[in-house]
């Protein structure tokens, strides 16, 4: 089993649906999580922390259940320009300690 | 100017060629990373370092070498390239569990 899991997609939503990803981790010891955004061939970029009790930035949400493993990325309103691929990050102890899953496609349509 | 610079860009060499690829931030971060990554495949880990006189071998250090020449720099070399080694390159800079992220080389090796 990969240490961290995502559905490879790709999601294709028309513009203004809301769309949930979801991300599982393996190690029950993993720390923090965060979730990235990385464009075509482009580097990624900290899309937000995931903290236990859920957060919310504008239109993202995200939140982690550590009894089932798994963090989630809600996005609500889905623009044009939120097309891209969402990479799910776990931390598992130390600063070298992390894994990066392998992304998932969303794909906004007009 | 872009905080993580990476160069170059893009590169194309042949088998057994020595390549350096070079990595320089403005952000003031004692932590560095190099990562590769490959279609279908998260993000992975080659070497990191901690400051300047820390260098630690990632998840597939071999065939690869890095040098920490300052707070600000920190190179990979291919010391004889090889055909697995064409991927997508990314430098990084670490403050606490946030990772930032240089634009990329694409290397191709022939």
Not at chain 1, 20 to 31: D, L, M, V
Not at chain 1, 62 to 68: D, E, F
Not at chain 2, 7 to 24: D, Q
């Amino acid at each position: 089993r990969k240490e961290v899991e995502q559905d490879p997609g790709p999601f294709n939503v028309p513009e203004g649906a809301t769309v949930a990803f979801n991300c599982t981790y393996s190690n029950s010891a993993s720390q923090s999580f965060f979730w990235y955004r990385q464009d075509c061939r482009k580097e990624p970029k900290l899309l937000m922390s995931v903290y236990s009790s859920g957060n919310e930035d504008g239109r993202f949400t995200a939140q982690l259940n550590r009894a089932s493993q798994y963090i989630s990325l809600l996005i609500r309103d889905s623009k044009l320009s939120d097309s891209a691929t969402y990479l799910c990050v776990v931390h598992s102890g130390g600063y070298q300690k992390v894994t990066f899953g392998t992304g998932t496609k969303l794909q906004v349509i007009p | 100017d872009a905080d993580v610079t990476q160069t170059p860009r893009n590169r194309i060499t042949k088998t057994g060629k020595r390549i350096m690829l070079e990595c320089s931030q403005t952000k003031g971060h004692d932590r560095m990373y190099w990562y590769r990554q490959d279609p279908g495949l998260g993000l992975r880990l080659i070497y990191y370092s901690f400051d300047v006189k820390d260098i630690n071998k990632g998840e597939i250090s071999d065939g690869y070498s890095v040098s920490r020449q300052a707070q600000a720099k920190f190179s990979l070399s291919l010391e004889s390239a090889i055909p697995n080694q064409t991927a997508l390159y990314f430098c990084a800079t670490g403050l606490n569990e946030k990772l930032f992220f240089g634009s990329g080389t694409q290397l191709s090796v022939l």
